[in-house]
């Protein structure tokens, strides 16, 4: 900053304490001392302020880019998918002279081959259920009672 020696701030000292005197000296010292570590606290605020707003002009410059970058994927996405809805609104178009929903109602749905949805399967496999003489169907009681009465003897 300043280009000043040990002689210079020599010359400074001896003349200060013959003006101010020896009784002022210690005090003068001591205020320039503070009027200086404020000065240095007040330039090291400005150099942080100056660099943070250089980093935040950085920041937005970034963002803005990216923001422009993100526009342009998403305008080509945009020409891109248009142009495959076109593309594919002419070969259905051209394949196929019926509609969609009329080849829909008249194609069969599709059925599991053994499944029955709205029956309850247990875990346990039907062989070991009549091994071990599990019930597996659940008879009314009038039913049980016609399937076990003894056959009438006339």
Do not use: C
């Amino acid at each position: 900053m300043f280009d000043i020696g040990v002689t210079k701030i020599a010359i400074i000292g001896a003349i200060a304490l013959v003006v101010i005197g020896p009784e002022r000296l210690p005090g003068v010292a001591r205020m320039a001392g503070n009027l200086l570590g404020r000065a240095r606290n007040y330039m090291a605020e400005v150099k942080a302020e100056v660099n943070r707003s250089m980093e935040l002009d950085e920041l937005r410059k970034m963002k803005d880019t990216f923001t422009g970058a993100a526009r342009d994927v998403e305008q080509t996405i945009q020409t891109h998918a248009s142009d495959f809805e076109k593309s594919w609104a002419e070969a259905t178009d051209a394949a196929s002279p019926v509609s969609l929903d009329a080849a829909y109602a008249e194609s069969p749905q599709y059925r599991h081959p053994k499944k029955q949805w709205r029956l309850k399967v247990g875990a346990t496999p039907a062989w070991y259920k009549a091994r071990a003489g599990v019930r597996t169907k659940a008879l009314s009681g009038a039913a049980r009672v016609a399937r076990f009465r003894p056959p009438k003897i006339s």
